[in-house]
């Protein structure tokens, strides 16, 4: 099951060359990041103030494969194939809304810790479920 | 006497209509608010993270004259125009390097704040003396 | 009559003091902005690449009266309380969505233009009668 | 041979866990290859806009090794350790200036497009040159 949410080109998203900047990406990735939690879990904000867990990006691979323009969205569609006792790795593959065109696929590898300190910690038991459920 | 520092245009900081996005000049000023504290007192990140400290704006206007596009620079003044007790007015005069047009005027209004309640504070005597150096 | 909208604060939308990137909050108000067009008139993409005209901004006045965190979202009361032959006056009214507190009011003053050569235009009429339909 | 700048943590660089937000990292390594390209061969925007030139990002892969706080600096090391007849990979080798520990190792494939219509060119003579003098 992968969790889906679009993400509209903001006028402000383009760069230089008409497209979308290419680190803005990570930036539609972690709002459908937010919005995972938020919609299927508690708050994201909530997970980090009252709970004090993190999730810090440490590894990212990514093919781009098609530009994104303003006016066009990306359809991102989210799945966490690999789960260990500290870390998740998500995945993002995200289509331009106008015609289907798979944009880009990311895996973005993030450990849990604790904000406090960043220190690894096990990721708890109703997040590894939460995650699980979005298996590929 | 006028702070002077330059900033230049970066591939990312424009918008779709190929000129630099308009939020982003506030960006560009506050890089030259941050080397205002580091070269004529101490590090800006110091006087938020040892003394506390923080200028949290309550007001701006702004003229935009002239717009700035990629593979340009602004060039930024700096002074410190009107000051109180507990607040301070800084302006920013940006003009483009290419052509030394005008592009942007801004008075932007800080008051002094604890970051730990964000409550009003009066401005210490060292960076009132600092911020009198550079009154027009 | 107003445009109202929302927008939640994401996870890098903030600051080193913990606060919305005071920045930040103009992009917010052109996330407004390109929905206003979006749900009352045709896309702004459209009106951008298909007509040409544009709405840079030439002058900005905001008052900043409560500070937004993480988890909280922005209420945009988006309205039209000035319009000339050739410039319009946006005034946006935000609201802590957490307590209904007002975080800011700031009036954007735009001028119509031709985008091929950034010259100005007479506003279009159905763009003057939309407008027309949001002063206050 | 590695080309070296830095990039200082701006103010509001940082996320809500306090540490440069992690796309950031990525303007970070844009600002680095627009400097490469003006103080090496001529100014990137040049390249853009009169040789029609670009470079879109096809691949990524980074990790993240140690967190960035503001108040640091990132050194960047650029490198150009593979060369295609249409693609380059570029190494950035990021390290906190505060205490010279690496904090990412990045590898970004672009490939040379004509600006005009994005198709895939043969990188000109003169940037194979430039890159193979970067060659690690």
Chains 1, 2, 3, 4 share one sequence.
Do not use: W
Not at 24 to 43: G, L, P, R, S, V
Not at 68 to 87: C, F, M, N
Not at 95 to 111: L, M, N, P
């Amino acid at each position: 099951m992968a969790f889906r949410t679009q993400c509209p080109v903001r006028f402000g998203d383009v760069d230089h060359a008409g497209i979308v900047y290419y680190p803005h990406f990570f930036i539609y990735f972690h709002e459908a990041f937010e919005d995972f939690f938020n919609e299927n879990a508690q708050k994201y904000s909530e997970l980090l103030n009252q709970r004090r867990l993190g999730f810090p990006t440490v590894h990212i691979e990514i093919d781009y494969s098609a530009p994104l323009r303003y006016g066009d969205a990306l359809d991102i569609e989210l799945s966490v194939p690999k789960l260990t006792a500290r870390s998740a790795m998500f995945r993002y593959v995200g289509f331009r809304h106008s015609d289907g065109k798979q944009a880009c696929e990311a895996s973005i590898t993030c450990v849990c810790v604790h904000l406090d300190h960043f220190s690894a910690l096990p990721i708890p038991d109703d997040l590894r479920d939460l995650f699980a459920k979005f298996a590929e």
